[in-house]
């Protein structure tokens, strides 16, 4: 049994990219994590530390989120599919808030390394939106 709790944002970050790479069911094939900066480094308003970029076979790529770390969490802005990942977040029992800013977005917070599978769940619904 594990002792303590990972609250490290940017390896909360790195469990997440490695859920997202390593799920082929559901959609999730389709998803990629692109533009990865690997020597990001916390800060406390979030620093960028990748996409993920949904890539269809039909070529037209489209980024739905980007990945952001803080010292205590990851932070997932959603730029299609906000309501989709504001409900399904919610209801999964992660941390949501809209960002206002235009086009506007969707911030879910995901605060320890198990919330990085529900984390996952929000992108695959957010995915199943889109067309194939």
């Given at each position: 049994m594990v002792d303590e709790r990972i609250t490290d944002g940017r390896r909360i970050?790195?469990?997440?990219?490695?859920?997202l790479d390593g799920r082929n069911d559901?959609?999730?094939?389709?998803?990629?994590?692109?533009n990865a900066d690997r020597d990001v480094e916390p800060t406390p308003d979030g620093a960028r530390a990748y996409d993920v970029?949904?890539?269809?076979?039909?070529?037209n790529s489209q980024r739905l989120l980007q990945v952001f770390v803080h010292e205590d969490r990851a932070r997932l802005e959603f730029?299609?599919?906000?309501?989709?990942?504001?409900?399904?977040?919610?209801?999964?029992?992660?941390?949501?808030r809209p960002k206002?800013?235009?086009?506007?977005?969707t911030l879910v917070f995901v605060e320890?390394?198990?919330?990085?599978?529900?984390?996952?769940?929000?992108v695959q619904a957010v995915r199943a939106e889109l067309p194939a």
């Open positions: 970050a790195q469990l997440l990219a490695s859920e559901g959609g999730l094939e389709a998803i990629a994590v692109t970029v949904f890539e269809p076979a039909n070529g730029e299609v599919g906000q309501e989709t990942a504001a409900e399904t977040a919610e209801n999964l029992g992660l941390r949501v206002a800013v235009s086009p506007p977005r320890s390394a198990a919330a990085t599978k529900r984390a996952t769940d929000v």
